[in-house]
């Protein structure tokens, strides 16, 4: 199994730009999460899914948005990425509810210039 | 409000001393967990607790959960140096998640 996995790894885009992020989980999880990792900051939520179809806002959603389409994909979008949307974004999933085990993918380092 | 607080932020230690990094939280919960991130990675599951009282053991890594002191903590003894890495506790509350800042961990020969 492979997990949870993120495409891309690495990107790089200016100002006013738009990228989607893809994760991807073999589990047959029910819930996935966007976070953004800034330093001294922890993870802080940006949006997740209860279940194919649907998604919810988490601490800092302003800028994004999300969709899950097949139960397995997560997708992130940025419409019109900023210098703030700087940051390192991870993925996570789990199988019952938002108090259960996450996992994590490898993360995807985006940087808006 | 639902609060995380880990301390410290940063930890130098030498190897083979004892320490103990502290996650305190805001509100009732009775289930908490602790990641490990090496630099550049993603976050590695360690241990999860689940009830008042639990304790879990892995190598020189020990963590304990005092809901009733909304407490857990995560005890290294005789540090190495592949203990070097940041350490993030997560609590889960009611219906949400939170993670603490992350506590960088830093052994030194």
């Known amino acids: 199994n492979a997990g949870v996995t993120q495409t891309p790894k690495f990107r790089v885009l200016k100002t006013g730009q738009s990228m989607t992020l893809l994760c991807a989980q073999d589990m047959n999880h029910e819930y996935m999460y966007w976070y953004r990792q800034d330093p001294g900051m922890g993870l802080r939520l940006i949006h997740y899914s209860v279940g194919e179809g649907t998604t919810a806002k988490g601490e800092v959603p302003d800028g994004y948005n999300v969709s899950r389409l097949k139960k397995q994909n997560f997708l992130l979008g940025l419409e019109s990425a900023a210098p703030s949307q700087t940051s390192v974004y991870f993925c996570?999933?789990?199988?019952?509810?938002?108090?259960?085990?996450?996992?994590f993918g490898p993360g995807t380092r985006l940087t808006v210039l | 409000e639902l609060k995380v607080e880990q301390n410290p932020l940063f930890l130098s230690m030498q190897e083979g001393k004892n320490y103990t990094i502290y996650c305190n939280y805001s509100?009732?919960?009775?289930?908490l967990y602790w990641y490990r991130q090496d630099p550049g990675k993603s976050l590695e599951s360690l241990f999860v607790l689940l009830s008042n009282g639990a304790v879990k053991q892995e190598g020189r890594l020990m963590a304990s959960l005092d809901t009733k002191a909304r407490l857990s903590t995560l005890h290294i003894t005789a540090a190495v140096h592949d203990l070097s890495a940041t350490y993030f506790c997560a609590v889960a509350f009611l219906n949400d998640m939170r993670f603490g800042a992350g506590t960088r961990l830093t052994v030194k020969p």
């Open positions: 996570a999933s789990s199988y019952g509810d938002r108090r259960d085990e996450q996992f």
């Open positions: 509100t009732t919960s009775d289930r």
